[in-house]
């Protein structure tokens, strides 16, 4: 391929390096330039062009796409039509992502002018979800290039899925005095979202004292199951501790114990009954991503799992930055630390934008979609959170239009003409089961899920962090997480007021969170919202 500028007269065949206006309509980059086309453009005074002339043996750049896409489908994948030089690779069911780094590095070896992308290695996917991408760099590349990346494939795939199976999975958590409850019935409610990607199920659930004795009975008495978790009211610290002296007590073995993740070091891999069974640390009653969930997920997708496989997984097993853990062995037991509060997101949308001067400025577009939207999915995103709700008020049709098959509650707020106070005792409402509500202003379109997973790390729940709010260089801003404690206090409130002033009635409970610009931007403005990228509807 030869790139470069030439007279329009002789560009016929060539492909158009960037796009021109001429009568009638716009010649987009990357079109193959026929006569008339050239004719189009002489006349639209266009004297000289910059393109890409094909050699022989030359392909397009969707040519090439299409080509490497067709060679990299296989079982469970849906590959698209290539399209500006792009083919993606999509899921076709739920599973594990399983990438060939070899292969891949081989493909990028090839052609710098081709590139392929892949999601990590074990992602968890669900069906649709975009696992690969190929993109041709420039308008044209070598065939010769593409029937290399193609042979390399022939001899070993990228990548392939491993679909998820449903399992039948039996739940054993054990009792000390003083186990609460509630612990244990929040673990069971995590273990089978956990689950249920994967359509497997808990076919039964066993509670027993923390003896060995008492555990033995309980894991024979799960023949039925096809995988046995093990939740213990202590942590298991040497390979004689409770579960797993319980394991060899019921005939099993211990297969592995420990493992570089964190959170999830005290993971213990045994089998009995010729079926894994997985003792879990502490951090797996929390939905949050743990070590636990790599083990787990793997084998829902019937990849088998080694001791050796578990003491290669520390690079990147340094999961999160956990803003409560100065001194992670500090402060509770170990059940204390484990029973995590949980926190609700309520995201503000009921307001009237009234300095816009009439356009909505939640359903302005950011990117291609409208910015209530564009928050929602963020605070969806967050995987600390539990459930996420949105009060609608002014415009309430549109905005849950707007939010159409997002996983979310609508709190509808007929109040919200008298002020932000309606729409905040609203959402504190809904939010009844909550330890703690995280207020979200839908106009702040810098916040991404990493920052709201920060906040609601430094959430405590009692005494320092029963407020967490987010700062932008040492100064206060949104969001705020609020205890349920102070929902008397939010009943209390009137007007066009937030929970400022009750933050500033409890400096002792606040923890502050700097998360940088993403607190401190909001677009309340004409001039704001431009100024982010975004774009009003005066319809």
Excluded at 23 to 45: C, P, Q
Excluded at 329 to 336: M, Q, Y
Excluded at 480 to 508: C, E, K, M, N, Y
């Amino acid at each position: 391929m030869r790139f470069g500028e030439i007279p329009a007269s002789t560009a016929e065949g060539a492909l158009l390096a960037h796009s021109r206006s001429v009568a009638g309509g716009r010649i987009a980059k990357g079109t193959r330039l026929t006569g008339d086309h050239v004719a189009a453009l002489i006349e639209a005074g266009i004297a000289s062009l910059v393109v890409a002339s094909l050699d022989a043996g030359d392909l397009t750049e969707d040519e090439a796409a299409a080509r490497i896409g067709a060679g990299l489908a296989g079982t469970g994948l849906a590959v698209e039509d290539a399209a500006t030089g792009r083919v993606n690779v999509f899921a076709g069911a739920g599973g594990l992502f399983v990438p060939d780094r070899q292969t891949v590095d081989r493909v990028n070896a090839v052609d710098p002018g081709i590139t392929l992308a892949t999601l990590g290695e074990f992602e968890p996917v669900a069906s649709g979800r975009m696992v690969a991408t190929v993109k041709i760099i420039p308008l044209a590349v070598s065939g010769a290039s593409v029937e290399r990346v193609l042979a390399i494939l022939a001899e070993s795939p990228a990548f392939r899925l491993a679909p998820f199976r449903p399992r039948k999975v039996a739940l054993i958590q054990t009792e000390l005095a003083g186990t609460r409850a509630k612990m244990l019935d929040k673990t069971r409610r995590v273990t089978e979202a956990r689950l249920a990607p994967s359509g497997s199920s808990v076919i039964g659930e066993w509670r027993c004292p923390h003896q060995g004795e008492a555990l033995a009975a309980s894991l024979s008495a799960a023949g039925e199951a096809d995988l046995v978790l093990v939740f213990g009211a202590s942590a298991v610290i040497d390979a004689e501790d409770v579960i797993p002296a319980a394991i060899r007590m019921a005939g099993g073995t211990v297969d592995h114990l420990g493992m570089p993740v964190d959170p999830g070091n005290l993971l213990l891999l045994g089998r009995l009954g010729g079926r894994p069974v997985l003792g879990a640390p502490g951090c797996a009653r929390s939905p949050k991503e743990n070590g636990f969930d790599w083990v787990l997920n793997r084998l829902l997708a019937d990849i088998a799992v080694s001791g050796e496989d578990i003491r290669r997984m520390g690079v990147g097993g340094l999961l999160m930055e956990i803003a409560s853990r100065p001194q992670p062995r500090e402060g509770g037991s170990a059940e204390d630390r484990a029973d995590e509060p949980a926190v609700d997101i309520v995201v503000l949308a009921a307001g009237r934008s009234s300095r816009m001067g009439g356009p909505n400025k939640l359903l302005a577009d950011f990117g291609g979609k409208p910015l209530i939207r564009r928050s929602v999915e963020a605070a969806l995103a967050a995987k600390n959170a539990e459930t996420v709700r949105v009060v609608v008020g002014h415009m309430r049709a549109e905005i849950r239009a707007a939010l159409e098959g997002l996983a979310i509650e609508i709190v509808d707020n007929p109040h919200f003409a008298d002020g932000l106070s309606t729409s905040l005792k609203a959402g504190f409402r809904a939010s009844m089961d909550a330890d703690g509500v995280m207020v979200m202003l839908a106009d702040q379109p810098l916040l991404r899920a990493h920052d709201l997973d920060r906040l609601i790390a430094a959430f405590t729940g009692r005494g320092r962090g029963a407020i967490v709010a987010a700062s932008d260089r040492g100064a206060r801003r949104n969001p705020v997480i609020l205890s349920r404690d102070f929902a008397s206090d939010i009943d209390g409130l009137t007007g066009d007021v937030g929970a400022a002033r009750i933050i500033a009635a409890h400096p002792d409970a606040l923890t502050e969170v700097e998360i940088g610009a993403a607190a401190s931007l909001d677009v309340d403005t004409r001039e704001a919202l431009a100024a982010a990228g975004g774009r009003l509807s005066e319809g």
